[in-house]
């Protein structure tokens, strides 16, 4: 069965930090994949995403993932972090042809302390 | 105003009560898809629509139930034989790209809360 793992579930940094958040998926074929975030009393929403072409991938608010087909990962990274990014962060991926079947992350909570 | 509205906000039930969750969306979105969120478990899908009376279950179907007699509309329905229902439901719905899936845009969710 398809399973997503993300190795961090909670994370604490100072602002400016730097941020890598890592996830990595189980699926032999072609895959999308997802980063979403939700931040405290929002609707969950999308950072960025992946469907072909150049594997690094550029979202919303200075994110960006890259995708590594041979170690299966799509991680999140942001070079430096602000307060407003504390926020829960989820990794997501779809099998292409398996449609409607998003699976996701476990989900990383992050905290940034000012 | 385009969107996807979920309500009640938060729900509480008896257990052995049966309750409907509504899923509204004005996006003219094909897909629609049901998620329970439970701290440090991620979403998981509950069930799937990709057209009009049709659906499909996902990975943890079983006491649950839906309907999509709509394109807006995709209410759950959980019932009594839902042995854990306290959770965080999230809708989510998405348009259809080529057969496949694209990105799917979430609702702001209802607690359900079982006393």
Redesign the interface.
């Given at each position: 069965a398809q399973s997503?793992s993300?190795h961090n579930?909670h994370v604490i940094l100072s602002e400016a930090a730097s941020l890598e958040l890592g996830c990595n998926y189980s699926y032999g074929g072609t895959v999308?994949l997802?980063w979403?975030v939700q931040y405290p009393g929002q609707?969950?929403?999308?950072l960025l995403?992946y469907f072909s072409g150049d594997p690094l991938v550029k979202g919303i608010k200075g994110f960006e993932a890259e995708f590594i087909k041979s170690k299966f990962s799509f991680n999140l990274r942001k070079p430096s972090v602000q307060w407003s990014d504390t926020a829960e962060y989820?990794c997501?991926v779809?099998a292409?042809?398996?449609?409607?079947?998003?699976?996701?992350?476990?989900?990383t909570t992050l905290q940034v302390k000012p | 105003d385009g969107g996807i509205t979920q309500s009640p906000k938060y729900l509480f039930r008896k257990e052995g009560q049966n309750v409907t969750l509504s899923c509204e969306q004005n996006l003219n979105h094909d897909?629609m898809?049901w998620?329970r969120q439970d701290p440090?478990?991620?979403?998981?899908?509950i069930y799937?629509s990709?057209i009009v009376n049709d659906f499909?279950k996902?990975d943890i179907a079983e006491g649950y139930s839906v309907s999509r007699e709509k394109k807006e509309s995709f209410p759950l329905t959980v019932t009594s034989a839902q042995k854990n229902p306290t959770a965080f439901y999230?809708c989510?719905s998405s348009p259809?790209r080529g057969?496949?899936?694209d990105?799917?845009?979430?609702?702001?969710?209802t607690r359900l809360t079982v006393l």
């Open positions: 997503v993300q579930h999308n997802f979403y609707h969950l929403q999308l995403k989820f997501a779809n292409q042809g398996n449609t409607g079947k998003l699976i996701f992350g476990q989900g | 897909a898809y998620y440090g478990q991620g979403l998981r899908l799937y990709q499909q996902g999230l989510a259809t057969g496949g899936i990105t799917q845009y979430f609702g702001p969710g």
